[in-house]
């Protein structure tokens, strides 16, 4: 029975993915473009701060190769308090979506060669 089970956690990925932080960007940028570390830090934040603030404009952003992110606007509908049942309205709001591009989907299923640019 030990066997079974420690042949499935092998085979079972696991539940925690990695991520990227923007600190570990600054990190890449320090490493490879030989920016010192704040200049790396300074314009990582730029680029989010520059993306944030077109997102909140209501425009969208479109990163070629890599995907868009869109501004969608939801309608009002009604709800429900999951506990109480109780019916609740919910407001119309903005979301951010993120469509990923042709290429990226493609270097993440494996069907590109990673090494490629995203342009």
Known sequence: MSEKISDLTVLLPTIETPTLTKAELADMLFERLGLNKRESKDM????FE?????????????????????IRRKAPRPGRNPRTGEAIPIKARNVVTFHASQKLKGMVQGDIPSG???E
Do not use: M, P, Y
């Open 44 to 47: 990582v934040e730029a680029f």
């Open 50 to 70: 520059l993306v944030n603030d077109t997102l909140v404009q209501g425009t969208d952003v479109k990163l070629s190769g890599f995907g868009n992110f869109q």
């Open 116 to 118: 490629e640019d995203l």
